[in-house]
């Protein structure tokens, strides 16, 4: 297999559209698999397409329930430990702060899909009342 990583901007909808054309899509390829009927050429077959978004979503809530969103978002570390450095420069680089210690519980709606938290920032406020 080979792999393409690309950016996507666009309106939500179109987005979806998008992932849904090119999910639909089967590209040929040759199986290890001999066929003794074709002269013992490799079989041919095709696989969908393969798309696994990697998308960066900035999620407002209240401070007062930040304990309450990480555990409902299930904020995790990277899938891949040898990513942890370059997720390090986007938190500097956005200005972020680690993520909060919490007690992560699981959720039902989690399957096959792994939140990898960048940061943390608190909402900027005035007189002492957030700013949303």
Same mark, same amino acid.
């Given at each position: /297999?080979?792999? *393409?990583?690309?950016?996507?901007?666009?309106?939500?909808?179109?987005?979806?559209? !998008?992932?849904?054309?090119?999910?639909?899509?089967? @590209?040929? &390829?040759?199986?290890?698999?001999?066929?003794?009927?074709?002269? /013992?050429?490799?079989?041919?077959?095709?696989?969908?397409?393969?798309?696994?978004?990697?998308? @960066? &979503?900035? /999620?407002?809530?209240?401070?007062?329930?930040?304990?309450?969103?990480?555990?409902?978002?299930?904020?995790?570390?990277? !899938?891949?430990?040898?990513?942890?450095? &370059?997720?390090?420069?986007?938190?500097?680089? /956005?200005?972020?702060?680690?993520?909060?210690?919490?007690?992560?519980?699981?959720?039902?709606?989690?399957?096959?899909?792994?939140?990898?938290?960048?940061?943390?920032?608190?909402?900027?406020?005035?007189?002492? *009342?957030? @700013? @949303?």
């Amino acid at each position: /297999m080979a792999h *393409v990583i690309v950016m996507v901007r666009g309106q939500r909808d179109r987005i979806n559209d !998008w992932e849904n054309n090119i999910n639909n899509i089967a @590209l040929p &390829y040759e199986t290890e698999i001999f066929n003794s009927m074709a002269g /013992m050429e490799r079989q041919k077959a095709y696989l969908q397409f393969g798309i696994r978004p990697i998308r @960066l &979503y900035d /999620m407002t809530f209240p401070v007062q329930a930040t304990e309450q969103a990480l555990q409902i978002l299930n904020v995790g570390k990277c !899938w891949t430990p040898a990513y942890n450095k &370059y997720f390090n420069v986007l938190r500097k680089l /956005m200005g972020l702060k680690d993520i909060p210690a919490y007690q992560q519980k699981p959720m039902a709606n989690h399957g096959f899909i792994e939140v990898a938290g960048i940061g943390y920032k608190d909402d900027k406020t005035r007189n002492g *009342v957030e @700013l @949303l």
